[in-house]
C-alpha cells in the first residue's frame, strides 16, 4: 500500500516543484500540501473505502486550487503554465478512482459529472 501511495506522489513532484518556484506556495506551504495529500491516499487505499473519504479529498483540492488562483492573480502572470491544471487534473483523478471503486452507486455517477458541468475557478469564459 505503502508504495503505490509514493508512486501516486511521485508523480505530483514536478508540478508543486514549479509552483513553489513562481513563488505561488512556500517551501513549509509545499511539504503541508505532501503531508496532507498523503494522509488523503492512506484514506483512500484502506478497505473497506468510504465516500466520505473521497469528498474530503477533493474538497481539500478545491480549496487548493481557490488559493493557487488567488495567488497566481495576485503575482498578475499573464501565462498560464502547464502546471496551472494539476490541481484540477487531480481532482478529476480522484472523482476517477472514486466512481471505480462505487460502481454500483449512481450518486457518485452523477456527483462527477455534476462537477464536470460546473464553470471553474481560473478558467476562460467561452
Known sequence: MAEKVQALLDRMVPPLY???ERSVFSQSEVQEIVRRRTDHEVALMNVPGRRSD???????????????VLRTSKLQERKTAANDWHV????????ARMVRRF??????AAEYIDFCKRPQEGTKKA
Do not use: C
Open 18 to 20: 514549479d509552483l513553489m
Open 54 to 68: 473521497y469528498r474530503a479529498y477533493v474538497d481539500y483540492e478545491l480549496r487548493l486550487e481557490r488559493l493557487r
Open 88 to 95: 484540477m487534473g487531480n481532482v478529476h483523478f480522484i472523482y
Open 103 to 108: 460502481r454500483d452507486d449512481l450518486g457518485v
